[in-house]
Structure formats: structure tokens, C-alpha cells
Nanobody
């Protein structure tokens, strides 16, 4: 059973920070590029970030560039997303996703092979 489980979501004030984790069960992440997506209420799901299987390269959506940082620890079979300088517009369910298709191909959902269940981030004062 291939599973990704996100954690770390919660309520944070604008300008604050939050760290999300995505732990894999039933498979190793060593050969997967990992992506984070988010979906705000009433909005389409959008790509946020991608990290290559080795962690050697990353990319980000323009809306989060400079504020969010994706990382991974393959020894722990875990991927992370650090969210800094949070804005109310960042409020969304955040999903991690695994794919053998590399980050060079972008942040498209069609590449995803395994989805996590999501964790809610709410940015509000």
C-alpha cells in the first residue's frame, strides 16, 4: 500500500511560519521527484513546488518563490515544505505528491502517481 501522509498544518497569523512534512509508507521516495500542491476554498488545485529525487534541484510557483522552501531527507523517507512570510492568500489544503517525472516538467497534476490526503493551512489574524 503506497501512502503519503502530510502533517504540520494549522492556524498561523499573517507573516508567520509553518513547517509541513510528508512521510511515505509502503515505498521509498529515493527515485521520486516530489511535489507540493495546494487548493484554496473554491479554487482549482495548483502546483506549489517540486524537488528532484536527489534533492539537487528545486522549483517554485511564482506566488511562493522566496517564501517557501522544499526539502527532503531520503534517509527518513520524508519531504518537507517550509512556509514563511505567510499571507491570507496561502490558506489552502496542502498536498504532497510523488512522481517519477522530474521537476523540469513543471508542476502539473498529470505527473502524480501517489497523492497524500492533504493538511490544512489557515493564515488569519
Amino acid at each position: 500500500q503506497l501512502q503519503l501522509v502530510e502533517s504540520g498544518g494549522g492556524l498561523v497569523q499573517p507573516g508567520g511560519s509553518l513547517g509541513l512534512s510528508c512521510a511515505a509508507s509502503g515505498f521509498t521516495l529515493d527515485y521520486y521527484a516530489m511535489r507540493w500542491f495546494r487548493q484554496a476554498p473554491g479554487k482549482e488545485r495548483e502546483g506549489v513546488s517540486c524537488i528532484s529525487s536527489s534533492g539537487s534541484s528545486t522549483n517554485y510557483a511564482d506566488s511562493v518563490k522566496g517564501r517557501f522552501t522544499i526539502s527532503r531527507d531520503n534517509a527518513k523517507n520524508t519531504v518537507y515544505l517550509q512556509l514563511n512570510s505567510l499571507k491570507p492568500e496561502d490558506t489552502a489544503d496542502y498536498y504532497c505528491a510523488a512522481s517519477h517525472r522530474g521537476c523540469l516538467l513543471g508542476l502539473l497534476e498529470g505527473y502524480v502517481e501517489v497523492w497524500g490526503q492533504g493538511t490544512l493551512v489557515t493564515v488569519s489574524s
